[in-house]
């Protein structure tokens, strides 16, 4: 049986480069808002080849299935964990995929207006999702999350860490640091229940950083024992 995957973010560049990567990997459940996710399917669907209906297709196999939400409000995020919970009676990794940027000087009129949102994609709909799958799936198996080396990794980055002035980066930079210092503080709170979470930290990729690197050590913070980090990739300056 293949661990469990949930996967926020899941159309985006990198949600979609971890997909490539491991469907054959994970029973991966992709959370996604308006754009399709790659090699999903839905109740009762299977993939097709049409020059042979009955052909065995080895995207059946390792589907993704697909979940549309907007997690730009809590009850998008208790809607996931729900339709979640009527799937799978288990999720073994979080992979917290979900951001955005608004580009805009604090000063710019109407600029204060998009923080809500900036700081809720970013940092409390990472938060909140990974609250919501405790309390549904882990916190009262302490032994199955041990045994099962469970855990989250938030895709961060370096943003949250450094200072890039004069690129209207306030909003989101916050919203990344918010986030890190939450992943410390995740760490710390979950350790009791056996969870472990740490978060990424890429430049901008795929321009500074490659999409692979990112992706390697999102496997390698998996695949450890490692908690309570965040690893920054700065790349190429």
């Not at 099962?148 to 450094?162: F, M, P, Y």
């Amino acid at each position: 049986m293949r661990p469990v995957c949930l996967l926020t973010g899941a159309s985006g560049t990198l949600g979609t480069a971890f997909i490539e990567r491991h469907t054959a990997t994970y029973d991966i459940i992709g959370v996604h808002n308006s754009r399709p996710v790659l090699w999903a399917t839905s109740d009762g669907q299977r993939f097709i080849d049409p020059l042979d209906p009955s052909a065995t297709l080895a995207a059946n196999e390792f589907a993704v299935r697909a979940i549309r939400a907007d997690l730009s409000h809590l009850d998008g995020v208790r809607a996931v964990v729900d339709e979640v919970a009527a799937h799978v009676d288990r999720v073994d990794v979080l992979i917290n995929c979900i951001g955005g940027g608004a580009w805009t000087h604090l000063l710019t009129p109407g600029g204060l207006e998009r923080a809500a949102h900036v700081f809720q994609i970013n940092a409390l709909a990472p938060l909140q999702l990974t609250i919501a799958v405790a309390e549904r799936f882990w916190r009262s198996d302490v032994s199955s999350n041990l045994e099962n080396n469970r855990n989250v990794v938030n895709i961060s980055s370096t943003a949250g860490l450094v200072v890039y002035p004069d690129l209207g980066q306030g909003l989101y930079a916050g919203a990344k640091a918010a986030l890190n210092h939450l992943t410390y503080h995740m760490a710390s709170d979950f350790w009791d229940y056996g969870i472990r979470v740490n978060a990424v930290a890429p430049n901008s990729f795929p321009r500074r950083v490659s999409v692979n690197e990112v992706l390697d050590t999102v496997h390698e913070l998996v695949s450890s024992q490692r908690t309570g980090e965040v690893v920054s990739i700065f790349g190429k300056q």
